[in-house]
């Protein structure tokens, strides 16, 4: 089978999946959504679909890998336009097009690079820049100039003719004007962001910047600090003016377990002031992206089947595996904030769940199928991405993943809506798939709530949403409604899991449990174990397809937590989970005849994360044992 049939069978079973979902998201319209693409705000919320990760040739790492992907060519991408990929020429379209997108690219020489190619650009008149120039098409002449900007980052030390205040505002409104140019209220919207690049020793530290409707003058880099907290305190300053923004971390999975630590970066055991500031400068957390999951890992929750999913272990730029600590997954964040909590009255890691695609190629690859790799001409050919030699990060390419895709419930398309759900959490990620998801947490939900006609205003009324904390109520267990529909255009839904957090009173450690709270094709659970049978697998490996013919296009359930205690602080989270779907990796070996290498997964399932809801018992703060400091990348 060639690529050209591949691509229409695969059509073929979209639009057959389309049809099949007119009653669904018919109901959809029933449960929160009327008339979604009416433009007019919904005070019951819709959910709208986006990303907010990714670069284009603006971001000197992309630039050096042969990218020269406009901000012009990420967002006709992103509004569904066929754009053409700068490496290979090969012309793209997404499928299903984005409601909102946020480029990101990096504060470091942010748009700078892209200069050295413009003849009538000063910057272009020296041997650095045009061997960075020449080092687009030959990655080999081009490799000692790039291992300088590297050095640069590492050491922390800008090359100043590269870093002037003049050339980063003067690229910065550039980048605003391109913005507003393509911002549609109430139909697509594009928001204000950088990446700001802290990486000690590829000890990821990331984290992007958002503003909602006025912006900096300038980005804030890591030449300018490399410690949150300086940032932090750039954010105050911002707000002060009335500038309002936040900033989301990513990939903890890399950060050598320094992301979410119990001691402040670099520094000691955390104080009160930290905490705070952290958890106000930070609502959300990247769960995924292209270089692996944040969310769990197999080593710390070997009783989760599903942690396996999606794992990139290697620092960024080093052949070194990163320590996969508590400080480095998300599960284990939440349970270190409420720990600390008990003690300095602040939870750091309060955070709601988005998802990127930290792709370096200029446009947002959520698609398997459609996936042509996110980082130049590192993966931009199956050939490349299938090939076993190692690559980015020291890592095999075909370790990376396609994009996630983050979802926000909001009143309206537009930078206000989003950015105020954004802030207020309620949003979730995905691994690429359009799931919608709603969940809320409140005190004796009925039982029926889900198939009320007024399910959303009801939850609303009686509860919160993801990303909120429970009302104080003494004695009852809570209650979570859940409700979540399949994206129409990928796999049916496996099963509604509700993940349980919260941190062992005597020493802080991490404790979780996984609910499964509603699952397809009336399976039963084991009599002795309690553990739900595997939904099926119907991927035909060889042809790279797939039927819908086992799991459910919904899923809902109203469930009380069975082991609450009324004294112990959690926090509670849903992941959704589909079918297996074929992976990129077998997509492209069944274009091209090429195996995929040991050890990659040929198929995926596909998953949402919810934003949390936390619920915090009264209980006056005590001492307890701190960790000692975490040692430091450098030592």
């Not at 979604?36 to 284009?56: A, C, I, W």
Request: charged residues 20%; aromatic residues 12%; glycine residues 8%.
């Amino acid at each position: 089978m060639n690529y050209s049939d591949l691509k229409t069978l695969f059509s073929r079973c979209a639009l057959a999946a389309t049809v099949a979902m007119t009653t669904s998201f018919a109901l959809a319209d029933g449960l929160g959504e009327p008339g979604r693409d009416s433009g007019q705000p919904n005070p019951l919320k819709n959910v709208y679909f986006g990303e907010e990760h990714m670069h284009t040739r603006n971001s000197f790492d992309a630039f050096t890998i042969g990218v020269n992907q406009t901000w012009d060519d990420a967002y006709n991408y992103a509004k569904g336009k066929e754009v053409k990929l700068s490496t290979t020429g090969e012309r793209m379209q997404n499928r299903t097009p984005y409601d909102f997108v946020a480029i990101t690219d990096h504060a470091e020489y942010f748009g700078v690079l892209k200069e050295f190619s413009n003849p009538d650009s000063p910057l272009a008149d020296s041997d650095f820049a045009r061997g960075i120039v020449k080092g687009q098409t030959d990655p080999k002449a081009g490799g000692p100039f790039f291992k300088q900007l590297l050095a640069s980052l590492f050491a922390n030390e800008a090359m100043p003719e590269y870093s002037t205040r003049e050339l980063r505002t003067g690229m910065w409104q550039s980048f605003l004007d391109t913005a507003d140019k393509h911002y549609e209220p109430g139909k697509f919207t594009t928001l204000y962001g950088y990446e700001w690049t802290s990486i000690p020793r590829g000890a990821n530290m990331h984290r992007n910047v958002f503003f909602k409707d006025k912006a900096a003058d300038a980005p804030f880099s890591a030449f300018d600090s490399v410690l949150p907290k300086d940032l932090w305190t750039h954010l105050e300053g911002l707000r002060k003016q009335g500038i309002e923004v936040f900033a989301i971390p990513h990939n903890s999975n890399v950060s050598n377990g320094w992301m979410f630590s119990e001691n402040e970066f670099l520094g000691g055991p955390m104080s009160a002031e930290y905490a705070r500031r952290q958890a106000v400068n930070e609502p959300l957390f990247e769960i995924t992206q292209t270089k692996g999951q944040s969310d769990a890992h197999p080593a710390l929750s070997p009783n989760d089947e599903f942690a396996g999913f999606e794992l990139f272990d290697n620092l960024i730029n080093l052949p070194i595996q990163a320590d996969k600590s508590r400080g480095a997954f998300f599960r284990q964040a939440l349970a270190t904030g409420l720990y600390l909590e008990k003690t300095l009255g602040h939870n750091p890691y309060k955070m709601g769940v988005v998802a990127g695609a930290d792709f370096h190629s200029g446009y947002q690859g959520n698609e398997e199928f459609g996936f042509n790799g996110g980082h130049g001409f590192v993966d931009d050919t199956p050939q490349k991405r299938l090939n076993p030699v190692p690559g980015l990060s020291g890592g095999v390419t075909a370790l990376l993943g396609s994009a996630g895709t983050t979802a926000v419930w909001a009143k309206e398309n537009t930078r206000e809506g989003i950015w105020n759900a954004m802030a207020s959490k309620e949003t979730y990620g995905t691994s690429g798939t359009m799931i919608r998801l709603r969940f809320f947490g409140g005190w004796k939900y009925p039982k029926g709530l889900v198939n009320d006609k007024n399910f959303v205003a009801k939850a609303y009324k009686d509860g919160v949403p993801m990303g909120q904390d429970l009302p104080k109520k003494a004695g009852d267990a809570p209650t979570f409604a859940i409700w979540a529909l399949k994206d129409p255009e990928s796999g049916n839904l496996d099963r509604v899991q509700v993940i349980k957090v919260w941190a062992n009173p005597a020493n802080g450690l991490p404790m979780e449990k996984i609910y499964d709270v509603a699952w397809s094709d009336n399976r039963k659970p084991d009599a002795k174990t309690g553990k739900l049978p595997p939904v099926g697998n119907t991927v035909d490996i060889k042809k790279a397809t797939y039927t819908n013919d086992i799991g459910d296009t919904q899923l809902s359930a109203v469930w009380t937590d069975p082991d609450f205690d009324t004294a112990t602080p959690a926090v509670y989270y849903v992941r959704v989970l589909e079918i297996p779907t074929p992976r990129w990796s077998t997509y492209d070996s069944v274009k091209t005849g090429i195996p995929v290498p040991e050890g990659i997964p040929l198929t995926i399932q596909e998953r949402a994360w919810s934003s949390p809801i936390w619920y915090t018992a009264d209980q006056p703060a005590s001492a307890v044992h701190h960790a000692a400091p975490m040692p430091h990348p450098d030592n």
